[in-house]
């Protein structure tokens, strides 16, 4: 199996993962009866989590193909690694942002079920 074909496989099996963990965050969200708001963050937060390992994937294989073929020590000089990482940060920022009001919800969330209990 050459790298093309392993990162491909790679990429199907992210992509697969991806699609059932958001059908399993929808069934799960919905059977706990969560606002459609949380639900969509849920969905938001794994699209998120996909798209940061996709580019990871992606990352290693350009590092991997620049370390093979090139014997570069210092990647970070390469316009397309670059790149990929600049990505990767937004992206686990927006990540961060997420996660965090998903937090902010749930915080809330047993606040109101505290006001409701008393």
């Keep these: 199996m050459d790298k093309q074909e392993f990162f491909q496989k790679a990429e199907q099996a992210l992509n697969q993962a991806f699609e059932a963990t958001k059908k399993s965050v929808k069934v799960v969200a919905e059977k706990a009866g969560e606002a459609a708001h949380v639900t969509k963050l849920l969905v938001e937060k794994v699209s998120l989590e996909h798209q940061v390992n996709k580019q990871f994937a992606r990352l290693g294989g350009c590092v991997y193909e620049k370390a093979a073929k090139q014997g570069k020590e210092s990647f970070i000089q390469d316009p397309e690694i670059k790149s990929l990482v600049d990505e990767v940060k937004d992206l686990e920022a927006d990540l961060a942002q997420v996660e965090a009001t998903l ?6 969330k047993k606040v109101a079920k505290r006001r409701t209990k008393s």
């Excluded at 937090?103 to 809330?108: A, I, M, V």
């Design 103 to 108: 937090e902010n919800e749930k915080r809330q």
